[in-house]
């Protein structure tokens, strides 16, 4: 059995995890703490990917990410090759498509702070940049874990979006999905077997994971 | 130095407008039925909310003033707030709660010692007591060493035991400190055991007849005071601010 495409989803779940918890942290920040003129536009727009099919916005970003766009030909002189159809393609087009992910058990992890705990904070001299590392994050550890949880585990599992944007090709852009799925149309149901037994037990971990973490919630 | 309030607002069922000083060593008690905007005056002195005019001043700094445009946040007005209910950090002990703001360890563990939880230092705020994590509360808002004090019911939250005990310490710690110190209440008792002066606030003005009134009654009260065995540091501090009052 060829386990490349699962060491391949693992690393594309691990760089997208760790780059959504960065990214995503100081938007559901904005999103929460402030009142600005259009806010409920832009929470629409990041929730977008979950009611899109992933085929849909694997178009747009496929047209989004090519050489004729900006972004796409700024790559090419930068990097010196096209964007599309490399293993950066594929992490770009899982940041966007796991966003709401992320946010959403953030949201709910910061909605739930008292927000005298941050005037308190305030009060005490801190500026909103340190009561934002300093009073909220270390109170919304549980969130967090269960964002990166929830965007791993969805990140090891999708494809739509993936195969519009990088394809197929062996060792740069064909993750686990991908690989079973191919499988299966090669008739190779012994390898699609393996690959999908392997499957399950990594995303029964998280889960288990995340509904501790969420008892443990209660608990306090 | 002076903290000089002069502040109108417009609140949903009443206009605040109110109008007081505050001197160096002075403890101000404004005391009123809830709902009276006395909370809403402590917030817009800390800077967490803004009044629709006016100006507050501590010494030479202006604070607020909307007719020149100024607002100073709350972070740089230097104060302590003391909330109703805790509002320590979940996440942290006592110690670090503490000492959150405060550069100078020697002195968070003096403030901790004089109001009697160093030993509880290591503890998180939920397994202590109500009048523990208050008197963390204090401990927190004075270890920066703030140029004045404000107390928003802190004992609201406590049993009439820990009430007392706190009160005796805050009245120590009053002797103690040299800054204006502003502490609302519903409590007469605790405003008479306290303030050199007390503010009665109603409907969001000052309204020296209501504290009259209540005065006039005092003889019932006192009595009341006395069968409950409470201690009679009250009802003497009662005598001296009826004097102040009238």
């Given at each position: 059995m060829d386990i490349v495409p699962l060491i391949l989803s693992f690393k594309l779940a691990l760089v997208t995890t760790v780059m959504l918890v960065i990214i995503a942290s100081p938007i559901t920040y904005l999103i929460v703490y402030f009142r600005f003129p259009g806010k409920t536009f832009l929470d629409a727009f990041i929730n977008l990917p979950i009611v899109l099919p992933p085929t849909v916005l694997g178009f747009y970003l496929l047209i989004w990410l090519g050489s004729n766009s900006s972004l796409g030909s700024l790559w090419e002189t930068v990097f010196?090759?096209?964007?599309?159809?490399?293993f950066s393609a594929i992490v770009i087009a899982s940041l966007i498509y796991n966003l709401p992910f992320a946010i959403q058990p953030m949201k709910a992890a910061f909605e739930k702070i008292d927000n005298r705990l941050l005037e308190s904070a305030y009060i005490l001299g801190l500026s909103r940049m340190k009561t934002f590392f300093r009073v909220i994050i270390p109170n919304s550890i549980p969130g967090i874990i269960a964002s990166a949880i929830l965007v791993f585990v969805h990140t090891m599992g999708e494809f739509g979006v993936i195969l519009m944007?990088?394809?197929?090709?062996?060792?740069?852009?064909?993750?686990a999905s991908i690989a079973i799925y191919e499988a299966v149309e090669a008739l190779r149901y012994q390898d699609a077997l393996f690959m999908s037994l392997a499957l399950i037990p990594i995303s029964y971990l998280f889960l288990l994971l995340i509904n501790r973490l969420n008892m443990n919630e209660v608990k306090r | 130095m002076r903290l000089s309030v002069h502040i109108r607002k417009r609140l949903s069922s009443f206009d605040l407008d109110v109008r007081f000083d505050c001197e160096d060593k002075q403890l101000l008690a404004l005391i009123?039925?809830?709902?009276?905007?006395k909370t809403t005056i402590v917030r817009i002195i800390a800077g967490l909310d803004r009044p629709d005019t006016g100006r507050i001043s501590f010494g030479d700094e202006i604070w607020v003033d909307t007719a020149r445009g100024i607002f100073v946040p709350p972070q740089k007005r230097s104060l302590g707030y003391v909330f109703q209910d805790y509002t320590l950090f979940?996440?942290?002990?006592l110690y670090r709660n503490v000492s959150f703001a405060a550069g100078d360890t020697g002195h968070v563990r003096d403030l901790m010692k004089a109001l009697d939880i160093w030993e509880l230092k290591?503890?998180?705020?939920?397994?202590?007591s109500g009048g523990e994590r208050q008197r963390c509360a204090i401990a927190q808002a004075l270890a920066r060493g703030p140029k004045t004090l404000l107390l928003d019911e802190?004992?609201?939250?406590?049993?009439i035991t820990n009430r007392r005990k706190l009160r005796e310490r805050l009245k120590f710690l009053k002797g103690e400190l040299s800054i204006p110190i502003i502490h609302v209440t519903h409590d007469i008792d605790e405003a008479l055991y306290l303030a050199d002066e007390i503010l009665p606030v109603v409907k969001g003005s000052i309204a020296r007849k209501w504290i009259m009134q209540f005065l006039m009654k005092e003889p019932v009260r006192k009595a009341k005071i006395h069968s409950a065995g409470m201690n009679t540091g009250a009802a003497a501090g009662m005598k001296n601010t009826e004097r102040k009052v009238s």
């Open positions: 010196g090759m096209p964007l599309l159809f490399t944007v990088g394809g197929s090709i062996p060792c740069k852009t064909r993750v | 009123g039925p809830s709902g009276a905007g979940p996440h942290l002990n290591d503890r998180k705020p939920h397994a202590v802190p004992f609201s939250a406590l049993d």
